[in-house]
């Protein structure tokens, strides 16, 4: 190795570790898409309006929508992996593409990634609540005007007046009918509705007592009484995106619902504002577990230097100063 390459070297695994440790630092650059369009509910999108939007493939097939969070994460609903959590080699994420079936060439390094972890929440036990997911990706994707992350949500006080609020995915157009080509990504308005009036509507055409809760702990509903606009099979784990003040956040993750557009069944949703110390907490440590092994990496590279200086025509960084950078 030329000394020229160390120092950059150095910087690099400086910086990899920066980003990483900073992880939140592109709350700056999240729930900003870089379009004007508007589009009405249920019709065809661009990914560019959606660039949080990612397919989460089983082998090469559409499984489930998902988020992108962070340049290394995507959330997803936990029930996408059933009993295949545990083999992240046959999963992968795609993003930056209007189709579900994306061209050969675009399934590139640029647009998708291998999944190196699946975190699914502690407190999932197979079904609903706490139907939510981490998924790390093998390694970070490029950001560009088609790829960029969605904001979390705070806090639960976000979701007052919440107005423009979207879902997207590449799911079911109808209970018995898969999306045709050219597989393009679709998004509805959905209004998001309370806790009680769900519960309440979820009750309709059954003999369940009320004292008998169907929506509760993190669930969040969001639809119409007429069923007219939903979210169907395919479109689980994608995300409900909700403008606020100007950016957008995720502020649920598509989980169940009974049947798609039947009426007094809206969708439900995780509600993602409930995870975000789960969140973060999951990313943080996960990235802090690195901070050992580049540590370990670094002090090869100093042993390295110090073996070799005799011979090296001119220090370009001293291991006092090295020491220093570090710290
Ligand atoms: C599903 O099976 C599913 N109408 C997702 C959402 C809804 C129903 C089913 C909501 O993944």
Known sequence: MGWVSLPLLLSLLWRVQEHSIQAYEWATVCGQPQTHERILGGQDTTQSQWPWQASLKYKTHHWCGASLIHSSWVLTAAHCFQDLADDPSVWRVQLGSQSSKSHKLSFSFLHARRVSRIILHPYY???PPKDIALV???????????????????SINEFKNLTNCWVTGWGKIKENQVLGKPWYLKAAKLPIIDQETCDKYYHVGTTLPLFIARIYDDMLCAGFEDGSKDACQGDS???????????????????????????????????????????????????????????????????????????SQGAYLRSDQCGHDLS
């Open 125 to 127: 036990l197979g079904w």
């Open 237 to 311: 784990g994608g995300p409900l995106a909700c403008e606020v003040n100007g950016s957008w956040h995720l502020i649920g993750i598509v989980s169940w619902g009974d049947g798609c557009g039947r009426p007094f069944r809206p969708s439900v949703f995780t509600n993602v504002s409930l995870h975000t110390d789960w969140i973060l907490t999951t990313i943080n440590s996960s990235t802090f577990s690195l901070i050992p092994s580049k540590l370990v990496v670094l002090l090869t590279l100093q042993l390295y230097y110090v073996s070799l200086e005799p011979i």
């Open 136 to 154: 790390k990706l093998q390694s970070p994707i490029f950001f560009m005007r088609s790829i960029l992350p969605i904001c979390l949500p705070s």
